[in-house]
């Protein structure tokens, strides 16, 4: 019964439950705790602003899950989200305008990061450390190193307002998260990126379009930064040139934590979401113990080495 | 008769409750070649595991020069004089050939400090007292994979060896290649050597080597001098039944519709000249050949995987823009050779490798329907008798026959029209073999016009209604009915090249 | 080929790379009077010390295959430790000295080990690890602080003929032992063989675990150099040191003609690049080009050369 629950035992997607379950058992656990040494911890209030905190990281961890199931890797998603946010909110006066225009900033670099790695084979690693390094150099051009500063109103909104007492980020990270959840699991290109992952050269013989494959994930990344830097700001509440900075290694670890491989071919939203919320849990259990905020990043550390050894393990199994 | 240097006595290795060998002997001698045939499976490469330390025999023992002795690992039997060339290389592309050679035994001087000199002289040596002429300097991957060969031979012989075992050395080389590899063999047999020749091939084996030893599901089927045998006395001791049994009937002369596939001037990666072919429906035809002759890269080219230039007709019409989605599509699949490198998806589920090539089927708009995908991979499973629990397991967990199976049921989704399947049996067992023939010949029955790309002569006999035989790049020969023999195959595949050969009437 | 350039792996690209040195030089001499001077001269080659040692270290690694982002943590932890310890007479500063270098070997260790013995690629297992140090440093300290005795202050800053500072010469040591122990040990040449083939290097007998141990170990030793001297230049030691000298590191390597993917490659390409990046920067500076266009400049760079060894490793 419980076998079955799980999808069956010693198929592909019963192990995939089953690392989902195991997220969510883990930040039970760490919520539980938490509870334990603050009761008051567990409020509406509370647990609503930790989602809140962790919404930027998890658009930008599901568009690098993404990368990574298609054996890539996006340095640049930090980079993106600040060039933006800046860009967009320097260049135009009219938040709809500004909106469109940080996204197609996004797409465009995503595209760039596709065309080098399919078309001109460079590493995944490199080519998105060179758009990065880019795009650093253009945001700090335009802005001449300072803080652009002021930031319209619509932004405040958009990420601290709500509607009806929901949070505006949060409906829209859920209606993003749906859509490449049902992308990712039960569509067509959903399949081709884990198919593709799996084993490129296989894909190609299977007719799968290997180059529109790859370039998709990376211009999915770089739309999702985009946004995510958007609201960042927004919840900040100042445009700074280092907006989102330690995201790329961030959303690399909360996707890898969440169940991605680097090999490629594996990865799930609702897993790179959970562990997205267990980093920001963490964060939050060290401020309520009353330790330094620097100790959040000896328990991040320690964290990543953890779940990627329990999935090593597995995959050996 | 001389005592053997290395041999096998009443050798038993089962795992688990699975018994792999039962009661093997087997004897090297010096000066002797001794081949070791057998399907994939039959226990080969167990048995060579146990001589040399891999693993350790259930029961029975392994002697050495006479004496009983266990060698506790690779390291120990290799120190004993027991030389191994592994199918799988060992050479290290961005190292040289003397780096190569002597990695991990590179000389040192007293401070621990590599002796660049010495290790340049040793391998100038070694290489010349094999007769191998390679510039020490180079690194490996300037050199073809035939020369990688001769350096990793080389490299088992780089301390002195009385034995030297090969495990499917020519798996990968040409014919000119298997020429040099065989002189290499002959000098090393004269020189009081005991050789033994792990291969299927049964061609090169009447070439090469002096004794034979059949193995067939870990038992000894049959053993003697080769010159006792002859090809179909060493399949029956293989394949454990007669040929006849294995294929089914081949059909009347093919039919007289227009054409399936056909190639006009067709220029691949490496072919010599343009080629011409046609495949008509309801025929299987063969394309033999040495390895390295071009046939992978023209099947690849013609189905859009590969560079090609030249024209395409598909069922009579043009096919010019040749791409994989686009070859599926018009009803064109291909079977790849190498089923790990770019046949299978291995970390997902027999469903999804079994439907990769058809995501579209049964979708509305860009929705996949996960039912008819299980529907119809269940049905796969039944039809070709796949042994699995559930299509939701990976397709890592089943055999290479089974995982076969899976890849031509998913080509056979894509509804081809032509078929081109590249070394259909690699890896697979006897029974599956039987299966694919009488499955491809159903296929051809039903119109599909099928061409096989094989290295096994006997398939190639057994299977095909006509045979192009391809060397060095071109289509040399033609042969149909009964001129379709393994001799006259062979001898217009390896014929010496130089020139262009006449294209014999047959 | 010689011995020499076989044993320095000496490729096309390296000349390519000093004939853009070549250039970079002349457009500096017409750019500005104080390029060629020895106060500049010496400048160019101070600000290039710690890159060197840095990417020396990453060069290493990311020729056994592998790749060490830990540099961030590593260097803030090591710096403040140094810095806290040093004290002001030599014998708690050579006490320190050996310290920071032993400790620095020992978590390179650590991270090889992990790295080797675990199976999870080095990437996430640096990343881990110079989160782990960079929140120990800021745990110690978050504000720079220490000091170093002024005689090591003075050797830092102390410049042969005026303008060959003592670091250059310690980099110039150190690539020459580095590329020594490459060409001239079995642990050079399993680098080399871990990096093109694992598996390969494996059924060869290649103790590859042992190696990555012994590559990470002396990749943190590099690293606990480089520490050591920016706490002598900035008379400080900084928990926030090391940021982004993780993936600065990294250029070099790659630009001087070093895979990505390991095997190929070695310390001439990323010694040159280093001159030719450092060299670039200054020059950049005298054009009155802010500093923010050599970014721009390095990711294209990088985007060049790696398309350019792609494009030739395929031909």
């Known amino acids: 019964m419980m076998a079955r629950l799980l999808g069956g035992t010693g198929t592909v997607r019963g192990r995939k439950t089953r690392e989902i379950l195991l997220l969510l058992a883990f930040l039970i656990l760490i919520w539980g705790i938490t509870t334990v040494l603050s009761p008051r911890f567990l409020s509406v209030k509370n647990i609503t602003d930790i989602l809140i905190q962790a919404a930027p990281l998890g658009f930008v961890v599901i568009g690098q899950m993404i990368v990574i199931v298609v054996r890539g890797l996006d340095l640049s998603v930090a980079s993106i989200m600040a060039t933006a946010a800046v860009l967009s909110i320097g260049v135009f006066d009219n938040t709809a305008t500004a909106f469109v225009a940080a996204l197609l900033l996004g797409a465009l670099v995503g595209g760039v990061n596709g065309y080098l790695v399919s078309y001109r084979r460079v590493t995944p690693f490199l080519a998105t450390l060179a758009t990065m390094i880019v795009l650093q150099g253009i945001r700090f051009a335009y802005t001449k190193g300072a803080p652009s500063g002021s930031l319209p109103d619509t932004f405040r909104y958009l990420a601290t307002g709500d509607v009806g007492g929901v949070p505006v980020i949060l409906i829209v990270l859920i209606g993003v998260a749906c859509v490449a959840h049902w992308m990712l699991e039960r569509s067509v290109p959903g399949r081709q990126l884990l198919l593709y992952g799996d084993n490129p050269e296989a894909a190609h013989m299977s007719g799968l379009p290997a180059k529109r494959i790859v370039i998709s994930a990376y211009v999915i990344s770089g739309v999702l930064a985009a946004i995510a830097g958007l609201f960042l700001v927004g919840y900040v509440g100042i445009v700074d040139n280092w907006t989102g900075q330690g995201y790329e290694l961030d959303s690399i670890a909360a996707a890898v934590i969440g169940g991605a491989s680097l090999r490629g071919g594996k990865g799930s939203v609702i897993g790179a979401l959970l562990a997205a919320l267990i980093l920001v849990s963490l964060f939050n259990i060290v401020v309520i113990l009353g330790l330094s905020i620097e100790f959040q990043m000896v328990v991040k550390g320690a964290l990543i080495l953890l779940a990627a050894a329990v999935y090593i393990r597995r995959t050996r199994d | 008769m001389a005592d053997p240097v290395l041999a096998a006595r009443g050798l038993t290795k089962s795992f688990g409750s699975n018994e792999v060998l039962r009661n093997v002997d087997f004897e090297v001698l010096a000066g002797r070649n001794i081949a070791l045939c057998g399907e994939n499976g039959a226990g080969k490469s167990t048995l060579i595991k146990l001589m040399t330390g891999v693993y350790t025999p259930s029961a029975g023992q392994v002697l050495l020069d006479g004496e009983p002795v266990a060698f506790a690992g690779p390291k120990e039997s290799i120190a004993a004089g027991i030389a191994v060339v592994h199918q799988e290389f060992s050479t290290i592309s961005a190292l040289t050939v003397a780096e190569n050679v002597f990695l991990e035994k590179e000389p040192r001087n007293r401070l621990g400090l590599v002796d660049r000199r010495t290790l340049r002289r040793d391998c100038i040596d070694l290489l010349r007292q094999l007769g191998i002429d390679l510039d020490p300097d180079t690194t490996l991957d ?328 391809m060397r060095d790049g071109a289509l040399v020969a033609e042969l149909i009915g009964n001129a379709i023999t393994e001799d006259g195959i062979m001898a217009v595949a390896a014929a010496a090249t130089g020139g262009v050969a006449p294209r014999p009437n047959v | 080929m010689s011995d020499l350039a076989r044993a320095v792996r000496f490729q096309n690209v390296h000349l390519a790379i000093v004939g853009l040195i070549a250039a970079v030089f002349i457009v500096g001499v017409f750019s500005s009077d104080r390029f060629v001077t020895v106060l500049n001269i010496a400048n160019v080659q101070d600000q290039l010390v710690a890159l060197a040692l840095v990417a020396l270290a990453q060069t290493v690694v990311i020729l056994s295959g592998g790749i060490d982002l830990s540099f961030a943590g590593l260097l803030g932890l090591l710096s403040v430790l140094f810095a806290t310890f040093a004290g002001s007479d030599p014998a708690t500063f050579s006490a320190a000295y050996i310290c920071i270098l032993a400790l620095g070997t020992a978590i390179g260790a650590l991270t090889g080990g992990i790295v080797a013995f675990s199976g999870i690629h080095p990437l996430i297992v640096t990343l881990a690890t110079s989160t782990i140090m960079a929140g120990a440093a800021l745990l110690h300290t978050k504000q720079p602080s220490g000091s170093v005795p002024l005689f090591f202050e003075d050797i830092v800053y102390a410049r042969f003929f005026g303008f060959l500072p003592w670091g250059t010469l310690f980099v110039i040591a150190a690539y020459v032992i580095v590329g020594f122990v490459l060409w001239r040990t079995r642990f050079g040449i399993r680098v080399y063989a871990i990096g093109d083939d694992e598996r390969a290097a494996t059924i060869s007998g290649v103790p590859v675990r042992l190696t990555k141990v012994l590559i990470y170990a002396l990749s943190g030793f590099i690293v606990a150099l480089a520490a050591i001297y920016l706490v002598g230049r900035f008379g400080v030691g900084d928990p926030r040191a090391g940021i982004g000298f993780d993936l600065r590191s990294i250029t070099p390597v790659i630009v001087g003609g070093t895979l990505l993917a390991g095997g190929r490659g070695g310390v001439l390409g990323t010694f040159l690049a280093v001159i030719l990046l450092a060299l670039l920067a200054n020059v950049l500076n005298f054009l009155n080009v802010s500093n923010f266009y050599l970014w721009i400049v390095e990711g294209v760079i990088i985007v060049v050369a790696v398309s350019l060894f792609v494009v030739r490793a395929r031909s």
């Open chain 2, 142 to 469: 300037r050199l073809s994979v035939a020369e990688a060969q001769m350096v990793e031979i080389a490299k088992a012989l780089r301390s002195r060896a009385h034995v030297l075992i090969l495990d499917e050395p020519t798996a990968v080389l040409s014919h000119r290649e298997i020429d040099h590899l065989f002189r290499i063999l002959r000098d090393l047999r004269g020189q009081g050597m005991g050789l033994v020749y792990v291969s299927h091939r049964l061609d090169e084996i009447f070439e090469v080597c002096t004794d034979i030893c059949v193995l067939k599901d870990g038992d000894v089927t049959s053993a003697g001098p080769i010159a006792d045998y002859d090809h179909d006395r060493v399949v029956a001791a293989m394949v454990g039944r007669s040929l006849g049994e294995l294929f089914p009937p081949k059909s009347g002369p093919a039919s007289d519709a227009g054409p399936a596939l056909s190639l006009r001037g067709l220029i691949a990666e490496g072919s010599a000249a343009p080629i011409d072919l046609d495949l008509r429906p309801g025929e299987i035809v063969g394309l033999a050949g040495l390895v390295g002759s071009g046939r992978t890269e023209l099947a690849l080219a013609i189905f859009g995987a590969a560079r090609g230039s030249g024209a395409v007709e598909l069922s009579g019409k043009a096919y010019n823009r040749r791409a994989p989605g686009r070859s599926l599509a018009g009803g064109l699949a291909m079977l790849t050779e190498d089923r790990k490198a770019n046949g299978l998806f291995p970390e997902t589920s027999v469903a999804w490798n079994f439907a990769a090539s058809t995501l579209g089927k049964g979708a509305r708009a860009l929705a996949l329907a996960p039912r008819s995908e299980e529907e119809r991979s269940r049905s796969v499973v039944e039809r070709f008798k796949v042994v699995v629990d559930h299509v939701g397991q990976p397709i890592s967990a089943l055999s290479g026959g089974n995982q076969q199976k899976v890849l031509i049921g998913r080509l056979l989704e894509n509804t081809p029209k032509v078929l081109l399947l590249d070394e259909p049996t690699r890896g697979v067992d006897v029974a599956t073999k039987a299966e694919i023939y009488r499955t491809l010949r159903r296929l051809a029955e039903e119109g599909v016009a099928v061409l096989v790309i094989s290295s096994e002569l006997i398939e190639v006999v057994g299977l095909c209604d006509r045979v192009h035989v």
